[in-house]
Every structure is written in C-alpha cells, then in structure tokens.
C-alpha cells in the first residue's frame, strides 16, 4: 500500500527566508569593513616603520647618554681646564718664542724681512678666519640643506633631511673655510708686511710713548705717592712725640672728671636741674596739650559742618600732640637751668638763713646770757 505523500504548504506571511538573507548581507558588509580597516592599518605601518625602527636605537641612545652623563661632565671640566690652562700659558710661551735668539738670527739673515712677514702673518690670518669660516659654513649650509632636503622628504621617507644636511654642511664649510682662508691671508699679508716695512718706526713710537706714559705715571702716581708716604712718617714721628703730652692730658682730664663728680655743689646742682626738668617739664607738657587740645578744636569747629564734626577731635588730637611735645621740651629745658641754678646758689649760700637767724637774736637781746 503506498503511503500518502505530505504537500509542505508555506505560509505566504512566513519572511524567514527574506531575513536570512539580509543578516548574510550584514556580516558580508561589516567583513568587507574590517577587510578595508585592516588593510588601512598595515599601509599605516608600512608608510611609519622607518621611523618606529630608527626610535628604538634614538631612544637607546638616549638612555646610555644619560647614564652616562658623569663621564660627560668630567670630559667637559677635563677639556676646559686644558683650554684654560693653554690659554693663561699662551702669553708667556709666545713671549719666549718672539725672544729666541734663533728667530732672531733667521730674521736678520732674511734678505727679504717684509716677505717673510707677510707669509706668516697670512699663513696666521689664514688658519684663524679659516677655521671661523668653516664652522660658520658648516652651521649655515646644515641648516639650508636641511629647508631643502624637508620639501621632498613625504616622498623620500624622511631620507632626504640629513642627505640634504650633510651636503649641505659639507658645501658650506669649503665655501667658508676658502672664503675665511683667503680673506685671513690677505688681510695677514698685509698687516705683516705694513709692521715689517715700518719696524723701526713703529719701535721708536713704541719707545716714546712707553717714556711719556713713565713721566704721567712719575707724576700722576709716583711722586704722590711718596708724598703721602713721607707725610704719614711725619705724623707718626709727631704723634711718637706727643705721647706724653697726650698721656698727662688725658690723666688730668680724668682728675677733673672725678674731682667735678665728687664735688658736693656739682651733685647738688645736678639734682636740682633734674628735679627742675621733671617737674616743669611734666608741667609744661600738661598745659601745652591742654591749650593745643582747646586751639586745635577751635580750629577744627570752623569746617565741621563740611567733614560731619570729624574735623574738630582730629583737630583736637593734633594740637594736643603739639602742645604735648612743645610744653615738655620748653618746660624741660626751663626746668633744667632754673633748677640748677637755683639749687648751686642755694647750696652756696646754704649758711645764710643761720646767719640771719642768729644776727636777729642778737639784735633782739635772745642771745644775752644775763636776760
């Protein structure tokens, strides 16, 4: 008996089939991207390799530098103090090679004097402003090299910058170093033979204003200077005489200091201008900051409607200061000579009330023995 055969009848809403193939459109999009982004970063790391391999050795570099760094500062100090060393003997060497006997003979055996300066001083001139000229050449034409070589170097990999530098340095430092060279030469030459040309004038000028400049310092400095020497050892001498004339002054002064303190009438004086100062000095200094106080807020009274009455207490603070110190220094110093003064003549005529007491009891018969 055959089976019956099952009709499969889709339902016409079903949209299965219509999903699944938009989701296979999806991750076929997002592999394509991923695809593209992956490709993106290797030309990225292709067009930047160059540089992340030289990093690694700069940084290396860098790092040993650093650690380093103590060699390097005793290499500077070593160094400097070479060049100072050879600059600070430099004179005293040139000194004695320009006096040695030998040159001298060479320069007098020379039938040509002026030729044979010009040569060495140009040869002089030549090394120096040659050396300037390459060191300058060098630092410029780096640096022009570099501008050149940075406008091609997106297209060379960076490669064209230190090409372009070191053609660059090497251009400028023979441009410099024949430029330098020829003008030091010349420029040598001719100062050379103009000094051996005229050697022997310039040895008299030298000669005569080396005399000229001993006569200003003999008489500017020299002589002065003994003169004040001479005049010091008299004062000495002078003063190592009157020693003693000093010494006796100076005891008697001291005598009479002492002789004054312990002097009854000088105590008696001092104690009375003391005494004077103080009590007229607090008395004028009272009075005088009472009438300031009064003057100064009767001054201030006139513009205290236009400052709101702050004009009369300032007024009053002010002329009271015044009328403080004022009233204490007149009274002080009024104290002071009318205390002492009064207190010498007392203690002078400090006999006198006893003498007058016993004449009037004589006179009034209280002394007579017999009443």
Same mark, same amino acid.
């Given at each position: 008996?055959?089976?019956?055969?099952?009709l499969?009848?889709?339902?016409?809403?079903?949209?299965?089939?219509v999903?699944?193939?938009?989701?296979?459109?999806?991750?076929?999009r997002?592999?394509?991207?991923?695809?593209?982004?992956?490709?993106?970063e290797?030309?990225q790391?292709?067009?930047?390799s160059?540089?992340?391999?030289?990093a690694e050795p700069?940084?290396?570099?860098?790092?040993?530098?650093w650690?380093?760094?103590?060699?390097?500062a005793?290499?500077?100090?070593?160094?400097?103090?070479?060049?100072?060393?050879m600059l600070?003997?430099?004179?005293?060497?040139a000194?004695?090679?320009v006096?040695?006997p030998?040159?001298?003979a060479?320069?007098?055996?020379?039938?040509?004097?002026q030729?044979l300066?010009?040569?060495?001083?140009?040869?002089?001139?030549?090394?120096?402003?040659?050396?300037?000229g390459?060191?300058?050449?060098?630092?410029?034409?780096?640096a022009f090299g570099l501008c050149?070589?940075a406008?091609?170097?997106?297209?060379?990999?960076?490669?064209?910058?230190p090409?372009?530098a &070191?053609l660059?340095g090497?251009? *400028?430092v023979?441009? @410099?170093?024949l430029?330098g060279?020829? !003008? =030091?030469?010349?420029? #040598? /030459?001719?100062s050379?033979?103009?000094?051996?040309?005229?050697?022997?004038?310039?040895r008299?000028?030298?000669?005569y204003?080396?005399?000229k400049?001993?006569?200003?310092y003999?008489?500017?400095v020299?002589r002065?200077?003994?003169?004040?020497?001479a005049?010091n050892?008299?004062v000495?001498?002078?003063?190592r005489?009157?020693?003693v004339?000093?010494?006796d002054?100076?005891?008697?002064?001291t005598e009479?200091?002492k002789?004054a303190a312990?002097?009854?009438? &000088?105590?008696v004086?001092a104690? *009375?201008?003391?005494? @004077?100062s103080?009590?007229?000095g607090? !008395? =004028?200094?009272?009075? #005088? /900051?009472?009438?300031?106080g009064?003057?100064?807020a009767?001054?201030?009274l006139?513009?205290?409607?236009f400052t709101l009455?702050l004009?009369?207490?300032i007024?009053?603070?002010?002329g009271?200061a015044?009328?403080?110190?004022?009233?204490?220094?007149?009274?002080?110093?009024?104290?002071f000579a009318?205390?002492?003064?009064?207190?010498?003549?007392a203690y002078r005529?400090?006999?006198?009330p006893?003498?007058?007491f016993?004449?009037a009891?004589?006179?009034?018969g209280?002394?007579?023995?017999?009443h």
């Open positions: 008996r055959s089976q019956p055969q099952r499969l009848i889709r339902d016409p809403l079903d949209l299965s089939p999903m699944a193939a938009v989701g296979d459109g999806a991750v076929a997002s592999s394509m991207r991923s695809r593209s982004a992956a490709a993106t290797e030309t790391v292709k067009l930047f160059f540089f992340e391999e030289l700069v940084k290396k570099l860098v790092h040993t530098a650690r380093s760094r103590g060699k390097l005793h290499d500077v100090k070593a160094y400097v103090v070479l060049f100072a060393s600070y003997s430099m004179p005293s060497r000194l004695r090679v006096q040695n030998k040159l001298h060479l320069l007098a055996e020379e039938e040509d004097p030729a300066a010009a040569v060495l001083a140009g040869s002089g001139g030549a090394l120096c402003l040659g050396s300037v390459a060191v300058i050449g060098a630092t410029v034409g780096s050149l070589g406008v091609p170097a997106l297209f060379t990999f960076g490669l064209s910058l090409v372009g &070191v660059g090497a251009g *400028g023979l441009c @410099g170093a430029t060279s020829s !003008a =030091g030469f010349v420029g #040598g /030459a001719s050379g033979m103009f000094f051996a040309y005229f050697r022997r004038e310039i008299s000028s030298a000669v204003v080396s005399a400049l001993y006569d200003v003999d008489l500017f020299a002065p200077t003994n003169a004040v020497k005049a050892r008299k000495r001498d002078g003063v005489n009157s020693a004339y000093t010494k002054k100076a005891l008697k002064s009479f200091m002789s312990a002097n009854r009438q &000088v105590q004086s104690l *009375g201008a003391g005494a @004077g103080i009590a007229l607090t !008395a =004028g200094a009272a009075a #005088g /900051a009472l009438g300031g009064t003057v100064g009767l001054v201030g006139v513009p205290a409607v009455g004009s009369i207490p007024g009053i603070a002010v009271g015044t009328g403080l110190v004022t009233g204490g220094a007149v009274g002080s110093g009024v104290g009318g205390g002492g003064g009064l207190a010498c003549l005529q400090r006999g006198l006893g003498n007058v016993h004449y009891s004589s006179r009034l209280y002394g007579d023995d017999e």
